[in-house]
């Protein structure tokens, strides 16, 4: 394989890799502070995508306008499925959260089916982010490199906030214990709140990136990359935003480059993510990056 | 409090379970035709177009043997279980008289058991793998079949553009994909005489959205043309990739590039791509065509797409068949529907074959200015 063709490649799992961190990260957050797999994560994402589409075709605003308030409209439904399907059952065994969450995911996908419609929608691609770039050689399109450069400017945003201010070190208690944070005077619910919101805002960037990386938008678009940006998670260690990130270059990378030395393999690209779970919670469940959690008797 | 409530619950779950329309046909005043299409799902416009001619078809003739016909339409949600739920709920539920469906051979071919079983004919508008009617008496199809198919794009390959190294790219999981890959592979090797001209055959999965690592390994092989006879969802994608990664190859594909979306999502990059479809407005066949572009550009103010065509002659033909039966008898219609000889169809005449194949002409197509524009017809010999 060339030089150029291997730059080709690591350039696209490089950005099919941020995407993937980005969504990977509301499930981390969520997991760390509510010890819950949000399985309604995925359709946040594509209902993000969709807000936007919507925002600049329907009432036609300039791109980075529309952009901005899907963000924003994003992150209140993602505290909106919280409050509605999630805080009733706070007290509840984690199951009945669990199920709740899948509820809630079917409950959007079909709702966006119904309101949406089923027919493949294609999102207009501003030109900025279009143009193909020649390096050496190589023919990549804009969107692959601004891709990486949002998400590591989202990622340094996230950890400014989660390790550097107030906020951050009340998530990081109420992750920790809930009962002990709201006896250091922490309003448990509204951190919560917050995890969410910006959970589901990742979210949206990542929707609206994916939506300008693959033009096409359908209502189900939610459901794979949720399930993979899961093991992303899971991989690099549940409740651990960082090892989220690292999952989610990882199995970004790992897609596009096990196709592109083993072509014949390409009809198993999904496969390779699932297998990739059940061999890290064969090795090492806690994940990567995960702390082994050992018995407190 | 809390018993009450689940009692609640228990009788709203079961007031909606058998709400769901439990209409018993009203003596026998309705005719039910049942139509099985992907309504969601990938290949949603494909359904969606389908079903635009058939509901134009039962606007325009809404009766047969003093009746009135009722088009019940039932999701098979682009899903190969779906597909057999959605035959057996027409079958089991509706009661229907006869079924048209469904666009995407996997999914006929998911129905095909269940309708053969409840002995119910079913008419298929687009379905073009051999599969669909082969060993089925019950299903039987409007279109050609893709061995036909396959030849007409491999001719025009190896003719027209001239090539003789062609890579395929296919969607594994399609049944349809894969078998017109094989038509087109047999009759490619035959024509140049090199068991090594498909240079190589690169997999998709339904859905999938990145074909960046299956074209740049395609690029360094260096074709002549690229066959890659998936749905538009996926192959405007795959096109519009690959013109980004700089490969300017000629792209063939079938007739499931027909829809809207294609030009939708592939804007410019589609430009100059070449397929083999079933009908054009351009060359209008028998009356009946006049009469359906006609009809069609009334009602929806566009042109009408090929499978629109098709699925606008499989309720034609359907309503022929229970005419001359004289009967809603299902094996009777079944009969009358293998008996359709040179009924004029909107997309050309009928005449079904032994296996229930219609023996038609084929259109390559191109698209020219982003819009579908008509090559040349081929004829079978």
């Given amino acids: ?297 | 409090m809390k018993r009450i409530l689940a009692l609640a619950v228990c009788v709203l779950i079961a007031g909606v379970v058998f709400a769901g329309g439990e209409q018993e046909q009203a003596g026998s005043e309705v005719i039910k035709i049942g139509v099985f299409e992907p309504m969601t799902g990938a290949n949603a416009a494909g359904g969606a177009m389908e079903v635009e001619g058939i509901k134009l078809a039962n606007k325009l003739y809404p009766e047969v043997l003093g009746k009135k016909v009722e088009i019940v339409i039932v999701d098979n949600k682009s899903d190969k279980v779906e597909a057999a739920n959605a035959a057996a709920r027409l079958v089991d539920k509706e009661k229907v008289t006869a079924i048209i469906g469904s666009w995407g051979s996997s999914f006929s071919m998911a129905a095909g058991s269940i309708v053969k079983e409840a002995k119910v004919p079913t008419v298929g508008a687009s379905c073009t793998n051999p599969l669909v009617t082969l060993g089925n008496e019950y299903y039987f199809r409007v279109c050609f079949i893709d061995p036909f198919q396959g030849a007409v794009m491999a001719n025009y390959a190896y003719k027209e553009v001239g090539a003789r190294k062609v890579a395929i790219v296919q969607e594994i999981s399609n049944d349809y994909s894969v078998g017109l890959a094989k038509f087109f592979t047999d009759e490619f090797k035959r024509l140049t005489g090199d068991d090594k001209a498909i240079v190589a055959v690169s997999n998709y999965n339904t859905g999938d959205m990145d074909f960046t690592a299956q074209i740049t390994n395609l690029k360094s092989l260096k074709p002549d043309a690229i066959f890659a006879p998936g749905n538009y969802t996926e192959s405007a994608l795959l096109i519009k990739q690959a013109r980004e990664l700089g490969m300017d190859v000629p792209f063939l594909g079938g007739d499931t590039w027909e829809a809207p979306e294609f030009l939708d999502v592939g804007k410019a990059a589609v430009e100059g791509a070449v397929f083999s479809t079933f009908f054009t407005t351009e060359v209008p066949i028998t009356e009946t065509s006049k009469l359906f572009i006609d009809e069609y550009r009334k009602e929806y103010g566009k042109e009408p797409a090929a499978v629109t065509a098709l699925g606008f002659d499989a309720y034609l033909v359907i309503l022929d068949a229970i005419e001359r039966a004289g009967t809603t008898d299902t094996v009777a219609v079944r009969d009358a529907i293998a008996a359709t000889k040179g009924y004029p169809g909107a997309a050309g005449i009928i005449s079904l074959n032994e296996t229930g194949d219609a023996v038609k002409n084929a259109v390559i197509k191109t698209v020219k200015d982003q819009q579908f524009s008509f090559v040349t017809t081929i004829v079978p010999e």
């Fill in chain 1, 1 to 297: 394989m060339s030089v150029q063709l291997f730059f080709q490649h690591l350039a696209n799992g490089l950005s099919l890799g941020s995407l993937y961190a980005l969504i990977a990260i509301g499930y981390t957050m969520v997991y760390g502070i509510l010890r819950l797999i949000n399985f309604a994560h995925g359709e946040i994402f594509m209902i993000g995508v969709y807000i936007a589409f919507y925002l600049v075709t329907l009432f036609v605003l300039p791109w980075f306008a529309a952009f901005v308030v899907a963000l924003g409209i994003t992150c209140i439904l993602g505290m909106g499925v919280e409050r509605i399907a999630y805080r009733p059952l706070r007290d509840h065994p984690r199951i009945s959260v669990m199920i709740s969450a899948i509820g809630a995911s079917f409950f959007i996908q079909n709702l966006a089916i119904v309101v949406f419609g089923g027919r493949p929608k294609t999102f207009p691609v501003p030109p900025v982010f279009g143009k193909i770039i020649t390096i050496g050689g190589v023919n990549i399109v804009s969107i692959t490199f601004i891709i990486p450069i949002i998400t590591f400017i989202a990622l340094a945003i996230l950890l400014f906030i989660v390790n550097k201010t107030k906020t951050g070190m009340a998530m990081r208690a109420v992750s920790t214990d809930h009962e002990t944070a709201r006896l250091m005077a922490i309003d448990v619910d509204i951190i919560i709140s917050i995890t969410f919101a910006i959970g589901s805002g990742l979210a949206a960037i990542g929707g609206i990136m994916w939506g300008l990386k693959y033009p096409q938008l359908l209502p189900i678009m939610g459901l794979i990359p949720g399930l993979k940006c899961f093991i992303a998670a899971v991989v690099g260690g549940i409740g651990n935003i960082k090892g989220a990130v690292l999952g989610g270059f990882l199995l970004g990378l790992m897609e596009i480059m096990i196709i592109a030395f083993l072509p014949s393999l390409s009809g198993y690209r999904d496969a390779f993510a699932f297998i990739l779970l059940i061999v890290i919670l064969l090795v090492r469940p806690s994940g990567i990056l995960g702390s082994v959690q050992g018995e407190k008797v």
